[in-house]
């Protein structure tokens, strides 16, 4: 069954977070910190909402943001053991033609 498109093309690219909080690879335990705290605050606006809707209404507001919070320990405990690695972000570009 065709919906009439046509796939023009795609590109995906990877681009590193341009930033000097991100280049902590052999620092300190305060540089690796700030490093993980910046790691959380550019994800949390983006994923905070898609986790807590995501979880059951069984639950109580209170257990539910108890469940979000652990998620984002958890993201900020892995940043920080993984400080040497910079972050990057991988971009997809699709282009998609409506056929006649």
């Known amino acids: ?17 341009q930033h000097p909080v991100y ?6 335990v305060k540089d ?7 790691v959380v605050a550019g994800i949390r606006p983006w994923l905070y909402y898609v986790i807590y809707g995501g979880l059951s ?3 109580t507001e209170t257990e539910n943001q108890a469940i979000v919070e652990e998620y984002f ?20 570009e699709v282009i998609i033609r409506k056929l006649q």
Do not use: C, I, T
């Open 1 to 17: 069954m065709g919906l009439g498109l046509e796939l023009v093309s795609v590109r995906v690219e990877k681009h590193y977070v």
């Open 23 to 28: 280049d902590v690879a052999n620092k300190d």
């Open 32 to 38: 690796k910190e700030e490093y993980a705290k910046h």
């Open 57 to 59: 209404q069984s639950r």
């Open 73 to 92: 320990d958890r993201v900020y405990r892995h940043a920080y053991s993984n400080s040497d690695h910079k972050p990057y972000m991988v971009v997809s």
